[in-house]
């Protein structure tokens, strides 16, 4: 029985004029996700992407689950594909789904007549079928309201589709439809899911991270390059720079006060990471900062950080509490890597007590008695690792 997939767009529906380039960037994103798995054709139809396996070995299952977490789409449906020939529409309806019929206790018919030529209307459709299946399931009821299984007929220009349940997709907008931006990404809950949200936003990611040798282990680093690779199952490739910053850090701790160790720190982060996204091509830098969540993330700190660069910052964790943070985190299954106790650099030379209320004039002034701050920062940048995550 051929077999393809559904894809419903959603959101990319409204898109208007622009419209083809937004599916069309999601169709190159799906091509790239399915790559390694096998060739695929991909055809444009109302509203709707159908993907077809180009061999019958291809691992269906596999290529579902990653396109289920494809940002731009709304909805994904496994479905088998038959003439627009009433008898065997239901037939093939019974035996595509059988293993699912057996298992629900009631189910509905729902159809779809893009072609009006057919001679069987909508309603029509859903009766006759409706009755043939409970023909040959004797213990299903129908339901309307709530059923466990909806059967969907789909009669469109060439074929008939039938499928069952839907399965919800990632959502948003393709990635790379909204530019580029860079992640200051750490081992915390907390950036990982910044970096999802803008992904989820069209926002095409690179990521800038930050190691302290012998201050953090390689551990640390390692758990950093897992989170990406969690990421990058929605977000596709990422390309990330691991920055030393051990120079910088014990710099800001011998000749800074020590309130400002943190705030000077994400300044001189954020100087980095800008300089790194203009090499990247990218328009703005994204944190996981969340409003009040420690010291250095108070209104007043953060106004601080962001005179420091030029760039926009995104921050979509910023008015979200932490068990918000953290259920999206298990979502996307980064929590537990999250958790893992490899502490990264900005744990290191944490203040006693950090100013919460610090003056952009005052932190300036202490970030300036880093007289060779401007080479440290180039020296930096020139050593930092490229990464390509996957």
Same mark, same amino acid.
């Given at each position: ?9 959603? $959101?990319?529906?409204?898109?208007? &004029? ?8 999601? *169709?190159?994103? %799906? ?30 299952? /596999? ?37 699912? /019929? ?13 072609? !009006?030529?057919?001679?069987? =209307? ?17 213990? &299903?009821?129908?339901?309307? @309201? ?16 039938? @499928? ?8 948003? %907008? ?9 992640? &200051?990404?750490?081992?915390? *809950? ?9 992904? =989820? ?21 390692? !758990? +950093? ?32 006060? $020590? ?9 001189? %982060? ?20 969340? +409003? ?27 008015? %979200?509490? =932490? ?15 999250? #958790? ?12 006693? @007590? ?18 060779? /701050?401007?080479? /440290? ?8 690792? =490229?990464?390509? #995550?996957?």
């Amino acid at each position: 029985m051929r077999e393809i997939v559904l894809i419903k767009n959603g $959101e990319l529906a409204l898109k208007g &004029l622009n419209r083809n380039s937004f599916e069309d960037k999601l *169709i190159k994103n %799906m091509k790239s996700r399915l790559a390694d798995l096998g060739k695929f054709e991909f055809t444009k139809s109302q509203s709707t992407i159908m993907v077809e396996a180009q061999s019958d070995e291809t691992d269906l299952d /596999l290529a579902v689950e990653r396109i289920s977490k494809v940002f731009g789409i709304a909805a994904l449906s496994r479905a088998c594909v038959c003439e627009k020939d009433f008898d065997i529409i239901r037939k093939a309806a019974v035996q595509y789904l059988e293993e699912q /019929l057996e298992d629900a206790a009631t189910f509905k018919v729902e159809a779809k007549r893009s072609d !009006k030529k057919f001679p069987m =209307k909508s309603p029509e459709i859903c009766r006759e079928a409706g009755g043939y299946i409970l023909s040959k399931f004797n213990h &299903l009821k129908v339901d309307v @309201h709530n059923p466990d299984i909806i059967v969907t007929i789909e009669i469109r220009d060439k074929y008939a589709f039938i @499928h069952g349940n839907s399965i919800k997709g990632a959502g948003g %907008m393709p990635t790379g439809t909204s530019g580029r931006a860079a992640i &200051l990404i750490s081992g915390g *809950i907390d950036s990982p899911v910044a970096a999802y949200m803008m992904a =989820k936003r069209g926002i095409e990611l690179c990521a800038v991270h930050f190691a302290s040798p012998p201050y953090t282990s390689e551990l640390a680093e390692m !758990k +950093v390059m897992e989170l990406l690779k969690k990421v990058a199952k929605y977000s596709g490739t990422i390309t990330t720079y691991v920055v030393p910053f051990t120079k910088i850090q014990e710099k800001i701790r011998d000749l800074c006060p $020590e309130e400002y160790f943190t705030i000077i720190m994400r300044r001189i %982060m954020m100087e980095i990471s800008e300089k790194i996204a203009v090499n990247q091509n990218c328009s703005a830098l994204i944190t996981g900062e969340s +409003v009040g969540q420690v010291a250095s993330q108070t209104i007043y700190a953060l106004a601080c950080t962001d005179c420091a660069v030029e760039m926009p910052v995104f921050r979509p964790c910023i008015g %979200m509490d =932490k068990e918000e943070i953290i259920k999206i985190s298990r979502k996307i299954d980064t929590f537990e890597t999250s #958790i893992q106790p490899y502490e990264d650099c900005c744990t290191v030379f944490t203040p006693k @007590h950090p100013k919460t209320r610090p003056h952009v004039e005052d932190v300036a002034k202490a970030q300036n008695k880093i007289t060779d /701050l401007d080479e /440290l920062v180039e020296e930096a940048i020139k050593n930092a690792k =490229k990464v390509i #995550i996957r």
